[in-house]
């Protein structure tokens, strides 16, 4: 038995129309897939810059306000747009 070949996803789908998106179902789909992967792949990025951002927190002790600056404007800007 051989490999599955490697599943690409698309930047958008292509026949999609957001002024009628319901004259192709199909694409309207898709559409809706691609914009929920896109969600969840900003939860998980998120998700891992809190644990980093928990590490950092429990390794510097009383320096985290300086040593862990980068990591909490990271977490911020990451989640600004989720939700």
Same mark, same amino acid.
């Given at each position: 038995? !051989?490999? $599955?070949?490697?599943?690409? =996803?698309?930047?958008?789908? #292509?026949? =999609?129309?957001?002024?009628?998106?319901? $004259?192709?179902?199909?694409?309207? &789909?898709?559409?809706?897939?691609?914009?929920?992967?896109?969600? *969840?792949?900003?939860?998980?990025?998120?998700?891992?810059?809190?644990?980093? &951002?928990? *590490?950092?927190?429990?390794?510097?002790?009383?320096?985290? &306000?300086?040593?862990?600056?980068? &990591?909490?404007?990271?977490?911020?800007? #990451?989640?600004? !747009?989720? !939700?």
């Amino acid at each position: 038995m !051989g490999r $599955k070949s490697e599943v690409v =996803f698309d930047e958008k789908p #292509s026949d =999609f129309d957001p002024a009628n998106p319901y $004259k192709d179902p199909v694409a309207m &789909l898709e559409m809706r897939k691609h914009i929920v992967r896109e969600k *969840w792949i900003d939860i998980e990025t998120s998700k891992i810059i809190c644990d980093k &951002l928990r *590490w950092c927190y429990r390794i510097e002790g009383v320096n985290h &306000l300086q040593k862990c600056r980068h &990591l909490v404007q990271q977490y911020m800007d #990451s989640t600004r !747009g989720i !939700g």
